[in-house]
Nanobody, 123 residues
Framework: QVQLVESGGGLVQAGGSLSLSCAAS????????MGWFRQAPGKDREFVAG????????YYGDSVKGRFTISRDNGKNTVALQMNSLKPEDTAVYYC????????????????WGQGTQVTVSS
């Protein structure tokens, strides 16, 4: 089992920045690819960003490329999402996810999910 706990959500004005963090506990964190997803009310869950188990490879959803950055610290069992130039359409609940491979994480086939943290961007 891997337990994931997100933090760092909140309210921010459009154009601002916010940093999310996900703390993992349980099995060996460095064995897992990690990802961030989001879901806005009435919309499907959307892939935001992913990172390989080693942290060498990162990948992003088209809507956040160039604005968001994912990173991980395997020594601290954490993964972060730095969000810049935020837009009202970024408003959603953001979820951290862990899976066996980057490809599985990217398509939503993660084994473990956090409870989510709300991000609200005002216009």
């Amino acid at each position: 089992q891997v337990q994931l706990v997100e933090s760092g959500g909140g309210l921010v004005q459009a154009g601002g920045s916010l940093s999310l963090s996900c703390a993992a506990s349980g099995r060996t964190f460095s064995n897992y690819a990690m990802g961030w997803f989001r879901q806005a009310p009435g919309k499907d869950r959307e892939f935001v960003a992913g990172i390989s188990s080693s942290g060498v490879r990162t990948y992003y959803g088209d809507s956040v490329k160039g604005r968001f950055t994912i990173s991980r610290d395997n020594g601290k069992n954490t993964v972060a999402l730095q969000m810049n130039s935020l837009k009202p359409e970024d408003t959603a609940v953001y979820y951290c996810a862990a899976g066996p491979t980057s490809n599985k994480v990217r398509v939503g086939l993660s084994e473990y999910w956090g409870q989510g943290t709300q991000v609200t961007v005002s216009s």
